[in-house]
């Protein structure tokens, strides 16, 4: 039980990465914050970019975290700090780290889906990760010739039908892949349903199959 006179606020810095980093490829980046109290210990960090929450972790583990993903649409520099709160409620804001996205924008379209997303949305408004399709089978008729679906972290129970756009040149083709960094599991609706598949492909994906950082190309 913490002290009802405890004003003594918890440390906290960011640990990683360094300040200064920049990055040229999309990816996700992991902001890790270390924060320790004398007093009834740290109940939670929030992680801020520039004024912006974005997010808030209660579990230390190996330092309390932040993951970050970031394309293009990204590209600027950012300044990142946390903020440690103990048991009485005190806080305590760290050093800001500042942090530079520096991405060339391809020539080439990609979209995002995700277990948060929402299908009502359109192919246009899913090329921005903010706002991503939440089903495959929905987010590959988007796919146009050198586009590619990046799938978000999270496991997607469904078993794929016949909805890439189809051809049969190698010279531009869509590429499905797991985001950068994240860790995807496909899975069949039913134990007795076939493994999700892309007919038509040299690359089968067989039930709960991890894409990562797996890539699966259809010609168009």
């Known amino acids: 039980m913490p002290s009802s006179s405890d004003i003594t606020p918890p440390s906290v810095s960011i640990t990683s990465p360094a300040s200064g980093t920049t990055y040229t490829t999309s990816q996700t980046v992991v902001i890790t914050a270390s924060a320790s109290d004398t007093i009834g210990g740290v109940t939670k960090v929030e992680f801020y970019g520039g004024a912006t929450l974005k997010g808030v972790d209660t579990t230390s583990g190996d330092g309390f975290t932040f993951s970050w993903s970031l394309t293009s649409a990204n590209n600027g520099t950012h300044s990142w700090t946390a903020k440690a709160y103990d048991a009485a409620n005190n806080s305590k804001v760290s050093l800001p780290i500042s942090l530079t996205v520096n991405i060339a924008a391809s020539s080439a379209t990609d979209y995002y889906v995700a277990t948060t997303g929402n299908d009502s ?52 083709p869509v590429t ?16 007795s349903g076939p493994g999700p598949a892309f007919p038509g492909t040299d690359h ?7 894409l990562h950082p797996g890539r699966c190309k259809r010609a168009v």
């Open 204 to 210: 089968r994906l067989h039930r709960r199959r991890r």
């Open 121 to 172: 949305v359109s192919c246009v408004q899913a090329k921005n990760i903010s706002t991503p399709k939440r089903t495959l089978n929905n987010a590959v008729t988007c796919l146009t010739p050198g586009a590619t679906l990046y799938i978000m972290r999270g496991t997607y129970a469904e078993t794929l039908h016949n909805n890439i756009p189809g051809g049969t040149s190698w010279s531009q």
């Open 176 to 191: 499905v892949a797991a985001f950068p960094g994240q860790a995807v599991t496909i899975q069949a609706q039913s134990r």
